[in-house]
């Protein structure tokens, strides 16, 4: 089973950037696709972007469009998520997802996805 294991939250002031990791472990070629989601306290888990294996697919949620970018490195296992020009509304838990379907062309959706890691919080303050 992969475990995914995401690291770089932390808080700044809104208009700063931050860069968020995700490290698989035991990494299978089974798994496609990779995500990012964040939960704000008192929503829903929302899905912010999307990564097909090859890179080429990345959609967005347009929550977050053009201020973040999601990136992967399959040599290393890693994903990455520069976020930038960060709002108060960024503010959430956010969480590294991996999918065996895919790649999506549109936001990812929770019922997508079924390997979680355990979140990192990102606070933006103004």
């Known amino acids: 089973q992969v475990q995914l294991v995401e690291s770089g939250g932390g808080s700044v002031q809104a208009g700063e950037s931050l860069r968020l990791s995700c490290t698989a472990s035991r990494y299978t070629p089974r798994i496609h696709y990779m995500a990012w989601f964040r939960q704000a306290p008192g929503k829903e888990r929302e899905g912010i972007a999307g990564?097909?294996?090859?890179?080429?697919?990345?959609p967005y949620a347009d929550s977050v469009k053009g201020r973040f970018t999601i990136s992967r490195d399959n040599a290393k296992n890693t994903l990455s998520l520069q976020m930038n020009s960060l709002k108060r509304d960024d503010t959430a838990m956010y969480y590294c997802?991996?999918?065996?379907?895919?790649?999506?062309?549109?936001?990812?959706?929770?019922?997508?996805?079924?390997?979680w890691g355990q979140g990192t919080q990102v606070t933006v303050s103004s």
């Open positions: 997802a991996a999918s065996r379907g895919g790649p999506y062309f549109v936001p990812p959706r929770l019922s997508d996805f079924d390997i």
């Open positions: 990564i097909s294996a090859d890179g080429t697919t990345t």
